[in-house]
């Protein structure tokens, strides 16, 4: 479940190139109701791209952004509500990582569904059932909840 932190030059804190793909993973993980579940973890990847401000934009004007996309397979954060919550987390995070001078508006987060199949990891494509299938062994044979 890939998430990219697509961030202008500057707009993070030292600390927060360094911190923000964990906490923001930490957050995912926590809002799936994961936490400590052996097969969901690792699934869990992502990557932070510094842009020269030159090159980032909102409205067609330069502006110093930090842009959060998460993929997830069509199961992944299924509701309104879980969505939600992720965005609040995530903005929450991003926000207390950031340079003085942003506030929150600098934050842009976009969630994106693969289709049933269309998410793999290691070779392997997963349907939304063989997913929760392996969720739910890996919860059962640590004795957590799903």
């Given at each position: 479940m890939p998430i990219a932190v697509i961030a202008s030059?500057?707009?993070?804190?030292?600390?927060?190139?360094?911190?923000?793909v964990p906490q923001l993973s930490d957050a995912l993980i926590d809002v799936s109701g994961l936490t400590g579940?052996?097969?969901?973890?690792p699934m869990v990847a992502g990557v932070l791209h510094l842009l020269d401000p030159q090159h980032v934009y909102a409205g067609g004007t330069r502006r110093s952004l930090v842009l959060?996309?998460?993929k997830l397979?069509?199961?992944g954060l299924a509701s309104v509500e879980a969505r939600a919550a992720f965005i609040e987390r995530a903005t929450d995070i991003a926000y207390k990582l950031m340079t003085p001078g942003h506030d929150r508006d600098d934050i842009r987060i976009n969630i994106v569904n693969a289709p049933d199949g269309g998410w793999?990891?290691?070779?392997h494509a997963y349907t939304g059932e063989r997913l929760t299938e392996a969720i739910t062994r890996a919860a059962a044979a640590t004795g957590t909840q799903v």
């Open positions: 030059a500057g707009a993070l804190t030292q600390v927060g190139e360094r911190e923000i579940n052996t097969f969901f973890t959060i996309e998460l397979p069509d199961i793999g990891m290691g070779g």
